[in-house]
């Protein structure tokens, strides 16, 4: 069970957070000279994939989003990634990856889940499969598993710290997980929605959260008549410090000669149903610690970037055009970002279907024209070497007809 | 108001029991009442396996040798270091080198350590913590358990006073009682060695005892006016300080042996030596002096007074029905009390079958050991590590068997609701291991069924993970009231 013996309050906190796992890796592509390294970070809530990459050069994006629509004269502006596409301005480091031949963007995504469940979009996104349902592996995990049975190499024994392992890399390979110290998970999205159906339900008990969370001042300024908006999300140093310590400590372990060769973590808080600030808010100050994350990645990598990708994915995407609360509900076209030295990057790749009222999947969601399995099959296929059959038999089953996308790495 | 079948089935398992484990609700939904009353007709279903634990009195003599061995050799180390000091001090003359200091420091250390995987008091206590939680994990209801805990808080002792029997006193003097005669338990507590050291009572003396006339030591009134004011009658029932003296007295020469005596050490014992000699008034009523008898007689007229019936029937109804129950429900339970002599398996019964025990608006905010049973059953979990629990609890305010004081934990709302951010730090680590186990699309149900308000419902499926999907369950208003 969960309780540690008498722990104290940040124990607890931390031990709450998001984890990793690495699979050992096996060197096997080293013959070749090579010796690739792949992170998969799963964004769970549901990205706005507009929000990231903007369509600024489509006619219809402004009457899309009004002025909640990220433009390359906004305040702040976005920053330009080709005549068509703008990236948050939240995101430097990506950006300057990008304009480095280091990052790509693959939009208009996803995964073949069409419904709008978190735990059936995380279910079909992390195990491979085309349905949600009782899955007990995840991609990443099978693929490594199908290499190993050809190449074992070493004392594989597993290795696990901490709670529970994400879908995506568990399996029958071995994996050792590690949660981060000293870092407090950012509870604060739990407890505002905690906090709103006390408020529906049990009034006692919001006050009583309400006065112990210090979030009395936010709900004043609500109650002043100032937008919920105006209050700054408690925390966000917490969120940016914890997703820069976990994404960073994850490169330092891949980046060893003796670490691990594949790993993956999620960052939880993407649903953002209520002002989603994508400019500068809630959404704004995600995607920065996102790109603290991607920096930290950069930098602990060392000599190894050149050798790395990192798939950025979410479960799917949000409804395209903004709320009567200022947010985004659930939708289903969306970003992958990749980045890493070893892609063939500087692109956003996109079968781009347009965002006119008629062009949206049911009315409300940017259109999926992109398979994200093919994306995720061609960097395991061209990165790490996995068997175009096993991908299409076993790693995404029944995948045959979707061929693996290529050209995404530098080395294929 | 009447709750469809399986409403009421939800409302049996959260109201009277420790809460529903996975289908559970549907199991019972036939006949919730009955269920709880066929809970009550399983053989032994009071007791737990001892299989392993020490009775309270070898407890307390284990703790007793442990200790004092550890002391034994903390004198053999401090020895040790003075000698090794001296040795130093006319090596290196009158000045005293940093090495040897630290040294010394660390020989001091070394004395001190303990390791706590050898450390017996902590081993009776997690052992019996284990026990307690295994019977309220395993349990099919809870209901017998909840009755436990109810009367343990009733009679509580404190482990921070006596660590060696809290445990033991639980299965000893109230495990066996709860569903039989209240003066059975009235007497099994009172006469426990564990609660005359806990209120003070094993080294009181009669004034006019031979012990009291030899020894300027005398009387001690704790354990007296505990029983009147919290056990029996309750608080300005009409007993006046008089009473509480005369008791006090009655009460002299219940003690326990020294647990130093190998073999009977940390027993009952009526100490005659001890006892204030003479016929003794207690409530208007002389009790001629036949030694323990004298107390047997006063606590068996207590048992059957009919204050005592209020005040039992009072705290059982504010525990499982309402912080304020309905004053006909506690009305009846004092009836039946008063009818029956005492007898709890029919007072309980007569709780389940009262309509007012179900009618009322589910308000009362489980306490921190209700919450986490409960948590720990909806999940599946069946062997959480006792120390575990026992660390919640402690961070919830409600640390196992160690009460602020005499009166136990409250039962009230207040007492708790400020723990409520300590539940969302447990409840959120609990779902992060094992979110993996759940199904978000019938946990609700599982756990509630359809006492869950469709904003509970809306919020745990819109919740963005399994994790956080569970913890807003174990959070929800639905979840912590019963």
């Known amino acids: ?147 190993k049975a050809e190449h074992r190499v070493g004392d594989e024994k597993a290795f696990a710290v901490g709670p529970v392992t994400p879908l995506v890399v568990r399996g029958s390979a071995p994996v050792m997980s590690w949660v981060p110290p000293n870092i407090k998970q950012a509870t604060d999205d739990t407890v505002l929605r905690l906090l709103d159906l006390y408020n529906h339900t049990d009034p006692a008990m919001a006050r009583a959260l309400e006065g112990r969370m210090g979030l009395i001042s936010l709900a004043r300024s609500e109650a002043m008549g100032g937008k919920p908006g105006d209050a700054k999300p408690p925390n966000m140093n917490g969120a940016r410090a914890y997703f820069t310590e976990a994404a960073g400590t994850a490169a330092k372990y891949l980046a060893r000669a003796d670490g691990p060769r594949v790993g993956a973590l999620a960052f939880n808080g993407w649903d953002t149903h209520n002002n989603e600030g994508v400019a500068s808010g809630l959404l704004a100050n995600l995607l920065g610690a996102l790109d603290g994350a991607i920096a930290a990645i950069e930098t602990n990598m060392g000599d190894a970037w050149s050798q790395t990708t990192v798939a950025i994915v979410t479960e799917f995407g949000r409804t395209a055009r903004i709320n009567g609360t200022d947010g985004t509900d659930h939708g289903t076209g969306t970003v992958a970002l990749l980045i890493g030295s070893a892609l063939k990057g500087g692109r956003v790749i996109a079968d781009w279907p347009g965002v006119k009222a008629t062009s949206l999947y049911e009315n409300r969601d940017l259109k999926a024209t992109t398979d994200l399995r093919a994306v995720l099959k061609g960097l395991l296929r061209d990165h790490l070497r996995v068997d175009e059959r096993v991908l299409a038999e076993t790693v995404f089953p029944g995948s045959a007809k979707l061929k693996p996308m290529g050209g995404l790495v530098v080395s294929a | 108001m009447t709750l469809d079948p399986k409403s009421t089935a939800a409302l049996a398992l959260h109201r009277f029991g420790l809460g529903p484990r996975p289908g559970q609700i549907a199991l019972i939904a036939s006949d919730p009442r009955g269920a709880l009353l066929a809970e009550l007709d399983k053989p032994n279903i009071n007791r737990i396996a001892g299989a392993g634990l020490m009775g309270s009195a070898e407890a307390a003599r284990a703790l007793f040798e442990y200790r004092a061995e550890q002391q034994a050799r903390q004198i053999v180390a401090k020895r040790e270091a003075d000698r090794q000091q001296a040795m130093a001090d006319t090596e290196a003359g009158k000045s005293m080198t940093e090495k040897t200091m630290a040294e010394k420091s660390m020989a001091d250390d070394a004395a001190q350590k303990r ?266 979990v069946r062997e959480p590590g006792p120390d575990r629990v026992v660390g919640a609890q402690n961070m919830l305010g409600q640390p196992l068997w160690r009460p602020p004081s005499p009166q136990g934990f409250s039962d009230e709302e207040a007492a708790w609701l400020d723990g409520l951010p300590t539940r969302l730090d447990i409840a959120s680590t609990y779902a992060a291991r094992i979110w993996d186990r759940l199904d978000p699309h019938t946990m609700v149900d599982e756990a509630l069924g359809p006492l869950a308000s469709r904003e509970t419902r809306e919020t745990v499926m819109r919740a963005e993970s399994k994790t956080q999907a569970f913890a807003m369950l174990l959070l929800s208003s639905e979840f912590q009231r019963r």
């Open chain 2, 115 to 380: 390791d706590p995987s050898k450390d017996v008091g902590r081993q009776i206590f997690l052992g019996e913590a284990k026990a307690r939680v295994d019977a309220a994990l395993t349990a099919d209801i809870g209901f017998a358990e909840r009755l436990v805990w109810f009367w343990s808080n009733h009679f509580c002792i404190s482990a921070d006073k006596i660590p060696s029997m809290a445990g033991a006193y639980e299965r000893e003097a109230i495990r066996p009682h709860v569903l039989g005669r209240f003066g059975d338990m009235l007497l099994a507590a009172e006469s426990h060695p564990a609660m005359l050291f806990y209120l003070d009572n094993w080294d009181s003396i009669g004034p006019n005892s031979v012990a009291g006339i030899n020894r300027s030591k005398g009387l001690n009134e704790n354990l007296a006016r505990e029983i009147l004011e919290l056990h029996t009658l309750g608080v300005r029932s009409g007993y006046t300080q008089s009473d509480v003296t005369s008791f006090a007295n009655v009460l002299t020469g219940w003690s326990m042996s020294a647990v130093s005596n190998p073999d009977h050490g940390g027993e009952f014992v009526f100490v005659k030596r001890m006892h204030e000699p003479g016929d003794k008034t207690v409530l208007g009523k002389s009790y001629a002096d036949d030694g323990v008898g004298q107390g047997r007689a006063v606590l068996a007229d207590l048992a059957r007074h009919p204050a005592t019936a209020t005040h039992v029937a009072q705290k059982l109804a504010k525990h499982f029905v309402a912080d304020q129950p309905p004053q006909p429900l506690v009305d009846r339970l004092a009836k039946v009390f008063r009818d029956t002599g005492g007898d709890l398996k029919a007072v309980t019964v007569a709780l389940v079958k009262s309509d007012e025990a179900w009618s009322a608006r589910r308000g009362k905010l489980k306490r921190p050991d209700e919450w986490l049973i409960s948590a720990l059953r909806v999940g599946g």
């Open chain 1, 1 to 147: 069970m969960a309780f540690i013996h008498a722990p104290s309050r940040r124990e607890l906190m931390l031990s709450a957070g998001v984890l990793f796992a690495w699979a050992h890796w096996p060197k096997l592509a080293r013959a070749e000279g090579r010796d690739p390294r792949m992170l998969t970070i799963v964004l769970r809530g549901a990205l706005d994939g507009l929000a990231v990459a903007a369509p600024v050069g489509d006619p219809d994006w402004i009457k899309l989003r009004g002025d909640k629509a990220l433009t390359i004269d906004g305040k702040p502006p976005a920053l330009p990634l080709d005549s068509f596409f703008a990236l948050n301005p939240a995101m430097p480091n990506l950006h300057r990856l990008y304009k480095a031949g280091q990052a790509t963007i693959v939009h208009a995504a996803a995964t073949p889940y069409r419904e709008r469940s978190h735990f059936d979009g995380q279910d079909v996104l992390e195990s491979g499969l085309d349905k949600p349902g009782a899955v007990h592996s995840g991609w990443l995990n099978r693929a490594l598993a199908s290499l």
